[in-house]
């Protein structure tokens, strides 16, 4: 069985699950360019069980780790969806955090967090019947911050790691990560700890790693930005910031977007034009003519078109 510690030692860089931007084709683009693992995009047990989630969003493909993320309320239902996605993953995680009201008026995501013992529930029910790792993610809490008893009730149904953003859910994204109340959870559990929130920068890995946690969770800095995991694996091993030539920046961007749009060959997906709009949209961020390039693409379904208008930007 994995042993997520051990990972972690090895490579302390996770990119977390991000609805509508962490798609099978950018995870394992983040994986070859250094991160430890990925977890999939939130995915809902009932959806699974009824058969109505295209593979895409949990297949393992290339990957050497797949961790999938599901979201849900029932005990036997998460039981009957981690059987469904079982030959795709090689983790079990399950979703704690999720604010969007469209998750928590299912008395799912963050809305857990006000019952602990539920959330215990939930993770019994899986390490008992599955022979991978269970993880889960949480936020701080969900009006108020209960994350030592959320943490406690985590550690004691058997999963093999926490993922703990510094927030509630009631925060969604404001204000600052609170990174000494994950800090506490380190003090006061034994679990394996992935921190989470508004690491951005190789200062944040020398902050944080090994003081406050076991592994960094990066979410928004690496959107568009694989190369993020290149430059904290390099920071971790010669102590120093990768130096970068933001001249060369287009071209390994551009190299980087065709890459993606070649992993989304022959898979299925909802809405696979939005897709490649929103993360060429990301892949340029901050080029110029960015804009101009996502308008041109915009009505764009012929792949070759795509390529080729890449090669002109
Ligand atoms: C667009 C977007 C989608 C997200 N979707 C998920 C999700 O599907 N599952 C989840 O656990 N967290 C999700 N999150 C939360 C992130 O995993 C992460 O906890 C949060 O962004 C804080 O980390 P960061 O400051 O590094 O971005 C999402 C965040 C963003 C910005």
């Given at each position: 069985m994995l042993d997520v510690k051990k990972l972690l030692k090895k490579n302390p860089f996770v990119l977390a699950p991000m609805d509508d931007v962490t798609d099978i084709g950018f995870r394992e683009l983040c994986e070859e360019k250094g991160a430890c693992y990925s977890t999939t995009e939130l995915t809902s047990i009932n959806a699974l069980v009824r058969g109505k989630v295209f593979k895409s969003r949990y297949e393992k493909g290339n990957l050497r780790i797949n961790s999938v993320q599901l979201f849900g309320s029932e005990p036997d239902v998460f039981v009957e969806a981690s059987k469904i996605v079982d030959k795709e993953a090689d983790m079990i995680d399950v979703n704690?955090?999720?604010?969007?009201p469209n998750v928590t008026r299912q008395y799912a995501g963050s809305c857990l967090l006000k019952d602990p013992k539920n959330v215990g529930n939930i993770i019994e029910k899986l390490v008992k019947e599955n022979e991978k790792p269970v993880t889960a993610k949480i936020r701080?809490?969900?009006?108020?911050?209960t994350h030592i008893e959320i943490a406690k009730e985590i550690e004691d149904c058997g999963a093999d790691a926490l993922a703990v953003h510094g927030r509630t859910a009631a925060q969604k994204?404001?204000?600052?990560?609170n990174w000494d109340a994950i800090q506490e959870i380190y003090e006061k559990t034994n679990i394996t700890l992935i921190g989470n929130g508004d690491?951005?920068?190789?200062d944040d890995i020398a902050k944080y790693?090994?003081?406050?946690?076991?592994g960094l969770m990066i979410g928004r800095a690496a959107i568009g930005n694989p190369f993020l995991f290149e430059r904290f694996n390099y920071y971790l091993k010669h102590k120093k910031k990768l130096e970068f030539d933001r001249e060369k920046l287009k071209e390994k961007q551009k190299e980087l977007l065709r890459d993606y749009l070649k992993k989304l060959e022959n898979r299925e997906f909802f809405n696979l034009n939005l897709k490649i709009q929103r993360q060429s949209m990301w892949f340029f961020?901050?080029?110029?003519g960015a804009k101009e390039f996502r308008n041109k693409i915009?009505?764009?379904?012929d792949i070759d078109k795509i390529y080729r208008a890449i090669e002109e930007f």
């Open positions: 704690f955090g999720c604010p969007s701080l809490g969900y009006k108020k911050a994204y404001s204000g600052k990560a690491v951005k920068d190789e790693l090994n003081s406050h946690c076991d961020k901050g080029i110029e915009a009505q764009e379904k």
